[in-house]
């Protein structure tokens, strides 16, 4: 069974920048693909980006190059680096977890784990 905990949410202006961490508990998360996922009120919950167990990464076109993912297998931590933040960015920020090791894990598949979100909130 796979926990996680995400943290680093807030109250930021825009402009401004946030890192989201992501603490995973578990077997084999080197192997495991992640990600983050965000979910505004009255809206389904949309992939951000997400990095395999290979290091290969998505992200949704409304935060590239503004948003880096990236993972610390070591730690098993996960990182989402959020700059140039819009109001638009507003929304509770989860941490997903496959189930699928390595190449078995395609990012259509999305993620089985989920961590309880955090809520980032971007003022004018």
């Known amino acids: 069974q796979v926990q996680l905990v995400e943290s680093g949410g807030g109250l930021v202006q825009a402009g401004g920048s946030l890192r989201l961490s992501c603490a995973a508990s578990g077997s084999d998360f080197s192997r495991r693909a992640m990600g983050w996922y965000r979910q505004s009120p009255g809206k389904q919950r949309d992939l951000v980006a997400t990095?395999?167990?290979?290091?290969?990464?998505d992200d949704a076109d409304s935060v590239k190059g503004r948003f880096t993912i990236s993972r610390d297998n070591a730690k098993n931590m996960v990182y989402l680096q959020m700059n140039s933040l819009t109001t638009a960015d507003t929304a509770v920020y989860y941490c997903?977890?496959?189930?699928?090791?390595?190449?078995?894990?395609?990012?259509?598949?999305?993620?089985?784990?989920w961590g309880k979100g955090t809520l980032v909130t971007v003022s004018y």
């Open positions: 990095i395999a167990s290979g290091g290969s990464i």
């Open positions: 997903g977890c496959s189930a699928l090791y390595g190449r078995s894990w395609l990012v259509g598949h999305g993620m089985d784990y």
